[in-house]
């Protein structure tokens, strides 16, 4: 075994396309370990060891390993020293992003996934289609939080936490994305929004944000049979028991 940096990732996952994103940006080594969340690698015994969480993103340095996507970005711009404007020294800067990080959880991530998982897996998994309600209600959900993100987050400055990227910007619009794959472009009527969006994408690299961002706009294409089928009944149970809390 290697005793470099490994990252074990699903691009599928937005925690998981922020690190890929932040580590080849800035051109840290890493061996990309690849868990497919659909065909159920993140339940094995050996990814087991790796993250007894059974989730990915993961770390393995050496013998250290580490999960939680904010933890492995913060571990990698320490141990790299990557440019201060991804997590800046400054004071004030810092809580900026730090603000937008402890915010974002049950917010952009929490409402953004769950009109993915409401519009693309549940009616694959179930067979049954969407209701028109079922799909306004949790559309008006994240429509609360765009604004709330907009107002309070993103004002009138370039970014988040000023006139330059962070690790904020980044968490931010991956997470944004998963909804855009599910076929909801919120960019759309919001002009500000979609400006800081060309601002991200142009800051990381057009061709890198593109090429993380491939597997989940194709997502609607996804099919029930590339799911592992005892994947398909732990899904099927969480995701109707989610959708059940309204």
């Given at each position: 075994m290697g005793m470099g940096l490994e990252l074990y990732l699903d691009l599928l996952s937005q925690p998981c396309r922020a690190l890929y994103i932040f580590a080849r940006r800035n051109n840290i080594p890493f061996e990309f370990k690849q868990v497919e969340l659909m065909k159920g690698q993140h339940?094995?015994?050996?990814f087991r060891k790796v993250n007894a969480l059974m989730k990915v993103p993961a770390l393995r340095d050496g013998s250290f390993t580490l999960a939680e996507s904010i933890a492995i970005l913060l571990y990698l711009v320490r141990k790299f020293k990557t440019p201060d404007h991804w997590y800046p020294s400054d004071l004030q800067k810092?809580?900026?992003?730090?603000?937008?990080?402890?915010?974002?959880?049950?917010?952009?991530?929490?409402?953004?996934?769950?009109?993915?998982?409401?519009?693309?897996?549940?009616?694959?998994?179930?067979?049954?289609p969407l209701s028109p309600e079922k799909l306004e209600a949790v559309t008006e959900e994240l429509n609360v939080v765009l604004k709330q993100f907009e107002e309070k987050f993103l004002q009138d400055k370039p970014f988040i936490a000023g006139s330059e990227i962070s690790l904020a910007d980044l968490v931010a619009l991956v997470e944004l994305m998963q909804p855009v794959g599910a076929g909801y472009d919120l960019f759309e009527?919001?002009?500000?929004?979609?400006?800081?969006?060309?601002?991200?994408?142009?800051?990381?690299?057009?061709?890198?944000?593109?090429?993380?961002?491939?597997?989940?706009l194709n997502a609607k294409n996804l099919t029930a049979d590339k799911i592992a089928p005892e994947l398909l009944e732990h899904f099927k149970h969480q995701l109707l028991k989610q959708a059940s809390q309204n």
């Open positions: 339940r094995t015994e050996e810092r809580a900026r992003v730090d603000e937008y990080l402890s915010w974002q959880h049950v917010n952009i991530r929490g409402k953004g996934s769950k009109l993915f998982l409401t519009k693309v897996l549940l009616p694959m998994l179930t067979g049954q009527e919001r002009p500000k929004l979609a400006a800081w969006y060309r601002r991200v994408e142009e800051a990381v690299g057009k061709q890198l944000f593109q090429e993380a961002h491939e597997g989940i």
